[in-house]
């Protein structure tokens, strides 16, 4: 099964309210770094677009407004030398 697989189905199922919208992450770029900005940067994204049209949770996406690709806190990701990101189970 995937995690991700009606993933607001199982929240109402639970019994606990949904969540309007959903905390991302992303490395920062080289700019943001050479200023100081941080390393790991968060932004809170709509529940309209973190739903694919099948119901599952999107674990990544790209932003809109900066073309970034941000990833879902609701999973462990690692890097490897090459910053592939590998999904993990928490």
Do not use: H
Not at 49 to 64: K, P
Not at 73 to 89: D, G, Q, V
């Amino acid at each position: 099964m995937n995690p991700g697989e009606n993933y607001i189905q199982r929240i109402i199922n639970s019994g606990n309210t949904v969540p309007k919208s959903f905390e991302y992450w992303r490395k920062g770029t080289e700019y943001e770094l050479k200023f100081g900005f941080g390393d790991i940067l968060y932004r809170d994204f709509d529940l309209a677009d973190c739903i694919n049209e099948d119901g599952s949770f999107r674990l990544a996406l790209i932003a809109e407004n900066d073309g970034l690709k941000y990833y879902s806190r609701n999973f462990e990701y690692s890097f490897t030398r090459k910053y592939k990101i590998l999904k993990t189970k928490k």
